[in-house]
Each structure stands twice: as C-alpha cells, then as structure tokens.
C-alpha cells in the first residue's frame, strides 16, 4: 500500500528554467532514495505535485516541503492511500504546463504512467488525473490574492458598548456577547448573545436534566434575558443574534409572540433581531416550522442557519428555506487556508449563498491565515477569538486588522 498526497502552492520569488531544473535535479535524487516518486506542475505562478510511496517518507517529505521559502500557500488537495503507484518510473518528473500544446500533458503522463495494465496511462475517471486537467487548464488561480496575512496588524479597540449592566440573582442563566464583524469596513454587524449558566458555566449546564418540552421552553424563555443584559449595553441599533433550536419555535405555543414580548419589552425593535436556527436535532415538523419562519419574517425579525454544514444544518435544510444569513461552521473554518477540500466547499457555499443574495458569516476564526483566505475567496463577516473572545454580560474590546504601512 502507498500513501499519496497532493498539494497545489503559490511561487513565493521568481523562480527561473535554472533553479527548477536545480530543485528538480536535487529533489529527484532524494525521492530516489526515499523510494517516493510523483510528478510537478508548474505554469509560472503555481506548482502542483503528486507524491506517492511509503507513508512515513511521505508525511515526512511533505513536513520539509511545506516550510520551503520558495513557495507559499501550501494547501493540501489530497491524502489517501493506493494499492499500485501512478507514476512509479518517475521518482520526481516535472513539467512545465505554459510550454505544452494540445493532447501533450496526457501523453507526457501516459508514458510516466505504471498504472496496471502496465503503462497503460490512467484512466480517465482517475481522481489524480482530473486534479492535474484542472490544473494544467488555469481554472485553480486563485481569486483575489490582495489578502496577505504579513500586510495586516492588529490593532485593540475598547468597545464602545460596553457599560456596567445589572445581573439579576434570580436570572436562571447569564449571557457572554460576541461580536459578528466586518474586519475591513471595521463595523459590527451584530451581537450574539451565548447562553451560560447561572454561574457563568457552559451552556451544557444550563440544559442539564430537562426533558424535551421543558428544554424548548427554556430555550425561549431565557432569551428574555439576553434582552435584558443587552438594553443596558448601550448598543444604539446594533443588531443582537439569539440562538434558537428548530423545535422551541414549533413546540412552544404562541413561540414568536412571546418573543417579541420579550424584544418590545426590552426596548428593541425586531428588525434588530437576528433568530439563529441551530439545527442540533432534524426537523420533525417542517410545516409547523414553515409557518414560525413566515411569522418571524412578517414581524421583521431576520433568520440565520447557524453551524452550517455540521449536524442537520445542511443543503436538504437551506433548499427548504433560505435565511438571510448562512454562518459556515467552525470545522470547515479551521485550518482553511492550507486545506483543498474544505477551500472547494466554502467557495461552492459562497457562490450558492450570494446566488440567493444570502451573506455569509465564518464563525470559529482564529487565524490571520484562515481570515486572510476567507476574505480573499468573498466571506463577508467573521465572528471569532481572531477578532474578540465573547465576554459575560458585556461587550468585549475587539482587536481590528490594519494594513500595515509600506
Ligand atoms: C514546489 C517544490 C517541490 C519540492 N519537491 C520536493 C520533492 O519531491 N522531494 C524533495 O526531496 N524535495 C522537494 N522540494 C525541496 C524541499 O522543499 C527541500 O528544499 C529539500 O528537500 C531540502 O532538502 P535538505 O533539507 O536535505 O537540504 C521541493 C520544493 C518545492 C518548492
């Protein structure tokens, strides 16, 4: 069995004919030597290799490569595993894809190729050789490369919410805020309030022990409190989001009206309110739901699919419904920017979601990498420890990202 890997990455100085033929030259030999063999693309601004051979070597190999000062954005397209190797009589081929014509590139591999039957070339549904296709035919440049991590700064700002707020001992839960941002515009687009137990816990405590209708019910009713905290944080038209199972609004009686009790109440008006649909457990009634959606909507309060992409948060919920935002979850952010897969989904959920006029938040960004990618590709707000830590009853102090000065 042999491990392969793929990673595309970005040229980081002017490399010439002589230097490649160098690296080739050296990188040949130790592969050689390593019993690795595989294949470089290159077409003057990016490179594509494909390595295949013993696991350890492999992981190794790609440890060294990706600290390399001659290339940049290193991302990982592919790891898995062969019975057979694609290119066994190459132990480090390179070619230069600007210099090929026509059916070239696929002769070039046909004779590199030991895929059984003996150099028979690979076959045409073969994973790899659609990867280097892509390649060869441009459509892997990359979309705006303006947003370089080294360019920005960052800078603390003391919020300008923040006051002292009044925490009720009877309250059964307390709230921590953070804020969802435009990093570049430097605006807070809202606040979400996170719920935490009474003394401050996570939320897990303050679910503990309820049966399903009873965690429903307190799943709306402590948002009153999260109003409560937040009409006295000085937060002028500032959105506010509050986290909301699927089922509280179908399960609870007169749900949305008690809800915008509680925002009248608190001297909110409900086109400041952001209602985040996490989607934990499947919706088991969706004509119910449809209908708590529509009277949400009619009031002026806005929707969100929280978590997108983790749970039930998918496309089967998001064809039935579009929200006006789509927060993309933190797994799929974490580790983006040297990450081909999840780059491949986020981009295909930005072009769906801006398709529908739908914005996109990241969520779980920590980063100046992962937020530098997410920017250039067209995120359009970040919520995460990158930017501010939620904080208790309070508004956090937010660190901005500057362009550094030339
Ligand atoms: C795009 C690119 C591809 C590379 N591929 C290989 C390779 O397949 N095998 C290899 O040994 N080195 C490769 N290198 C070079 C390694 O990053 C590294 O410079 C070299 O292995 C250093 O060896 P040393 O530490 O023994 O001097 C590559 C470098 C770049 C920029």
């Given at each position: 069995m042999f491990t392969i890997l793929v990673y595309k990455s970005r040229v980081h100085t002017d490399i010439s004919p002589s230097d490649l033929y160098q690296l080739v030259k050296a990188a040949s030999l130790k592969n050689a030597a390593r019993d690795i063999s595989g294949v470089l693309l290159f077409d003057g601004d990016y490179f594509f290799q494909y390595l295949e051979g013993p696991s350890d070597a492999i992981k190794s190999l790609y440890e060294i490569i990706v600290r390399?000062?001659?290339?940049?954005?290193?991302?990982?397209l592919m790891e898995d595993h062969s019975p057979?190797?694609?290119?066994?009589?190459?132990s480090m081929h390179a070619i230069d894809v600007n210099t090929l014509q026509g059916d070239d590139l696929n002769d070039i591999l046909a004779r590199g190729s030991s895929f059984?039957?003996?150099?028979?070339?690979?076959?045409?549904?073969?994973r790899v050789l659609k990867m280097i296709t892509a390649f060869a035919s441009a459509s892997w440049a990359e979309n705006d490369a303006s947003f370089e991590p080294d360019q920005w700064q960052f800078h603390l700002k003391p919020s300008q919410f923040d006051a002292v707020v009044n925490i009720k001992k009877s309250a059964p839960c307390q709230f921590a805020f953070q804020p969802i941002l435009d990093p570049v515009s430097g605006t807070v687009a809202s606040f979400e309030a996170l719920i935490r137990s009474?003394?401050?816990?996570?939320?897990s405590e303050c679910f503990k022990g309820l049966s399903p209708e009873q965690l429903y019910l307190f799943d709306l009713e402590s948002k009153q409190y999260a109003f409560e905290l937040a009409s006295q944080m000085n937060l002028g038209k500032c959105k506010i989001s509050i986290n909301l199972l699927p089922m509280s609004l179908v399960r609870v009686p007169n749900a949305v009206e008690s809800l915008l009790t509680y925002i009248t109440n608190f001297?909110?008006?409900?086109?400041q309110v952001i209602v985040e649909i996490t989607e934990e457990e499947s919706i088991t009634n969706f004509e119910d739901f449809q209908m708590a959606l529509t009277e949400l909507r009619s009031a002026g309060i806005s929707v969100a699919i929280d978590d997108f992409g983790a749970g039930f948060a998918g496309l089967t919920l998001l064809s039935r419904f579009q929200p006006e935002k789509l927060k993309i979850d933190r797994q799929i952010i974490e580790g983006i920017h040297h990450d081909g897969p999840k780059q491949a989904i986020v981009k295909a959920i930005i072009e769906c979601a801006h398709s529908l006029g739908i914005t996109i938040v990241a969520e779980g960004v920590e980063t100046v990498e992962e937020w530098c990618w997410l920017e250039s590709v067209g995120v359009d707000l970040f919520q995460g420890f990158l930017f501010a830590k939620p904080k208790l009853n309070g508004t956090p102090d937010i660190n901005w990202p500057t362009l550094k000065a030339v």
């Amino acid at each position: 069995m042999f491990t392969i890997l793929v990673y595309k990455s970005r040229v980081h100085t002017d490399i010439s004919p002589s230097d490649l033929y160098q690296l080739v030259k050296a990188a040949s030999l130790k592969n050689a030597a390593r019993d690795i063999s595989g294949v470089l693309l290159f077409d003057g601004d990016y490179f594509f290799q494909y390595l295949e051979g013993p696991s350890d070597a492999i992981k190794s190999l790609y440890e060294i490569i990706v600290r390399d000062k001659r290339h940049r954005h290193v991302v990982k397209l592919m790891e898995d595993h062969s019975p057979t190797r694609r290119f066994g009589v190459w132990s480090m081929h390179a070619i230069d894809v600007n210099t090929l014509q026509g059916d070239d590139l696929n002769d070039i591999l046909a004779r590199g190729s030991s895929f059984p039957p003996a150099n028979a070339g690979l076959p045409s549904h073969d994973r790899v050789l659609k990867m280097i296709t892509a390649f060869a035919s441009a459509s892997w440049a990359e979309n705006d490369a303006s947003f370089e991590p080294d360019q920005w700064q960052f800078h603390l700002k003391p919020s300008q919410f923040d006051a002292v707020v009044n925490i009720k001992k009877s309250a059964p839960c307390q709230f921590a805020f953070q804020p969802i941002l435009d990093p570049v515009s430097g605006t807070v687009a809202s606040f979400e309030a996170l719920i935490r137990s009474a003394t401050g816990g996570p939320p897990s405590e303050c679910f503990k022990g309820l049966s399903p209708e009873q965690l429903y019910l307190f799943d709306l009713e402590s948002k009153q409190y999260a109003f409560e905290l937040a009409s006295q944080m000085n937060l002028g038209k500032c959105k506010i989001s509050i986290n909301l199972l699927p089922m509280s609004l179908v399960r609870v009686p007169n749900a949305v009206e008690s809800l915008l009790t509680y925002i009248t109440n608190f001297g909110f008006a409900p086109q400041q309110v952001i209602v985040e649909i996490t989607e934990e457990e499947s919706i088991t009634n969706f004509e119910d739901f449809q209908m708590a959606l529509t009277e949400l909507r009619s009031a002026g309060i806005s929707v969100a699919i929280d978590d997108f992409g983790a749970g039930f948060a998918g496309l089967t919920l998001l064809s039935r419904f579009q929200p006006e935002k789509l927060k993309i979850d933190r797994q799929i952010i974490e580790g983006i920017h040297h990450d081909g897969p999840k780059q491949a989904i986020v981009k295909a959920i930005i072009e769906c979601a801006h398709s529908l006029g739908i914005t996109i938040v990241a969520e779980g960004v920590e980063t100046v990498e992962e937020w530098c990618w997410l920017e250039s590709v067209g995120v359009d707000l970040f919520q995460g420890f990158l930017f501010a830590k939620p904080k208790l009853n309070g508004t956090p102090d937010i660190n901005w990202p500057t362009l550094k000065a030339v």
